[in-house]
T-cell receptor
């Protein structure tokens, strides 16, 4: 079964609002990656976090990797219509090198 | 990413038919992956290959086989297609930046193949 869980599955956001999507793994991950898939498109890499407790920012996006390397979050501030899409987290367990597991994704819909 | 191509882009086939999906990359990466995407399930790993002689089963390999013909080519086969293999299939690659140097796990996805099995 799926070992990397993402919540929420859907996120309706008013333009200008903030939201957070969460990723939780049942196993310790070597690293965590985040991807964005626009409707009709393919997943595109956003960022990778490697260290325990790491926080990285990309403009309005803030990514965090948990201390135990089992969870992660993506926070978007002042949501824009360009943020529409599905956001996936992905990683592989420390004992299964390269065997990537993706979360089911958070589909984001932005209302103007 | 234009450096990763998949053929065909769309395919409709019938139950029991053999079908091959092809993936080629010009990124010089050694690692290649096949995923399927279903609504609500995200991407699930079918097979992955670290080089031409190293092929590994992913989470859902039953009913699929792969061939790594060269570093740049990785094919996925459905020996006898069934309707629940209807899905969007993605190929991805990862490897050193620019084909050499520092290695990264970043995956670069192809445009996908939409497969329908009737």
């Amino acid at each position: 079964g799926q070992q990397v869980m993402q919540i929420p599955q859907y996120q309706h956001v008013q333009e200008g609002e903030d939201f957070t999507t969460y990723c939780n793994s049942s196993t310790t991950l070597s690293n965590i990656q985040w991807y964005k898939q626009r409707p009709g498109g393919h997943p595109v890499f956003l960022i990778q976090l490697v260290k325990s407790g790491e926080v990285k920012k990309q403009k309005r996006l803030t990514f965090q990797f948990g201390e135990a390397k089992k969870n992660s979050s993506l926070h978007i501030t002042a949501t824009q219509t360009t943020d529409v899409g599905t956001y996936f987290c992905a990683g592989y367990p420390t004992d299964s090198w390269g065997k990537f597991q993706f979360g089911a994704g958070t589909q984001v819909v932005v209302t103007p | 990413d234009a450096d990763v191509t998949q053929t065909p882009r769309n395919r409709i086939t019938k139950t029991g038919k053999r079908i091959m999906l092809e993936c080629s990359q010009t990124k010089g990466h050694d690692r290649m992956y096949w995923y399927r995407q279903d609504p609500g399930l995200g991407l699930r790993l079918i097979y992955y290959s670290f080089d031409v002689k190293d092929i590994n089963k992913g989470e859902i390999s039953d009913g699929y086989s792969v061939s790594r013909q060269a570093q740049a080519k990785f094919s996925l086969s459905l020996e006898s297609a069934i309707p629940n293999q209807t899905a969007l299939y993605f190929c991805a690659t990862s490897g050193p930046r620019g084909g050499r140097g520092y290695y990264t796990d970043t995956q670069y996805f192809g445009p996908g193949t939409r497969l329908t099995v009737l």
